[in-house]
């Protein structure tokens, strides 16, 4: 049966995010207490900050998968603290064990918690790009998480996938059908969603964005992104998204944040250029329509140099 607080999951929009809401689950190093999304989906939504000593890293969501056989976990989480605290969590609600951790890409929050499911025997599934982007950079990453997370940072260390893939990896676990799908160049190496087409549902990780602004990375190409959410991403026709960031919401809330502000933000950055810009002028684009997203001040400047440095050579 269908919980009563999905209508208002799914009636979140970004104006009720904020990066100023303090820790949700004070009685754990989860921000937020995981919710069941749809019948056996449930995540620990994260917050839409940067990763701070005060949530511990977790400004992601953490899912699982309950399938009647076992569960599946989607992120390992961005400390040993996170992912045991996700452990507990899944503890309390089914007494399946937990038989796969998938990490959606290869940064510190999808990966740097694999150090402890590895210690409860547990097999990680990552994209093969994924996985080489977290062995290139992975004791830099790891550094970070030490130097704002301290003491939450004890117990990690760096544990990549023991299984990789390349395009797709099909699951047929229990009652479920889970497809781990490598769609195209996104957002950062290895990005990949994880969909349910019998619940038509996708957990989406760092494809869609709807509540925090989305960050444009020096290897993150626009362009790309855009050709792979409409000829892969789109076509899944998902009833149900849960995206790497904030709280699980539909294709129509993620598509007016991502693929129509990059849109938005390439066209603004072409007109700039035509008008003979330099990349100066170009972090100064009008992005005010997304001002309301958090991260905005972080982030909105940035991604439209990176865009002019893009578009400049296209």
């Keep these: 049966m269908m919980r009563a607080l999905l209508p208002l999951l799914f009636a979140a929009t970004a104006a009720t995010a904020s990066e100023d809401i303090p820790d949700q689950y004070p009685g754990s190093p989860l921000y937020q207490k995981p919710v069941e999304v749809i019948p056996n989906v449930w995540s620990a939504i994260g917050a839409t900050a940067a990763p701070t000593y005060e949530n511990a890293g977790h400004n992601n969501n953490l899912s699982f998968i309950i399938t009647g056989d076992g569960v599946v976990v989607v992120n390992g989480g961005a400390a040993h603290i996170l992912a045991e605290a996700l452990h507990a969590e899944i503890k309390e609600i089914t007494d399946q064990p937990v038989k796969l951790v998938i990490n959606e890409n290869g940064q510190g ?50 544990e990549g996938p023991t299984e990789t893939f390349e395009d797709k990896h099909v699951i047929e676990i229990g009652n479920m059908r889970i497809e781990v799908l490598y769609l195209g160049p996104a957002h950062s190496p290895g990005d990949i969603s994880v969909w349910l087409p019998e619940q038509s549902l996708v957990i989406a990780g760092d494809m869609a964005f709807h509540e925090r602004m989305l960050p444009i990375f020096e290897h993150t190409y626009t362009a790309d ?12 026709g998902a009833t149900y998204v849960i995206p790497g960031h ?63 440095e893009q578009m400049e050579f296209e």
């Design 109 to 158: 929050h999808a990966m740097l918690g694999n150090s402890y499911w590895v210690d409860q025997g547990v097999p990680i599934l990552a994209h093969v790009d994924a996985a080489t982007e977290f062995e290139d950079y992975g004791a830099q990453i790891l550094d970070g998480m030490k130097r704002y997370n301290r003491d939450k940072a004890e117990g990690t260390r760096l």
């Design 225 to 236: 992104w855009l050709e792979t959410w409409d000829d892969a991403f789109e076509p899944l």
């Design 246 to 308: 904030g709280h699980p919401t539909n294709m129509d809330q993620v598509r007016r944040y991502t693929r129509d502000y990059l849109i938005y933000l390439r066209g603004k950055v072409g007109d700039h250029l035509e008008a003979g810009g330099d990349l100066a002028e170009a972090y100064y684009v009008d992005q005010s329509p997304y001002a309301h997203l958090d991260t905005f001040e972080e982030l909105a400047t940035k991604n439209a140099g990176r865009v002019y």
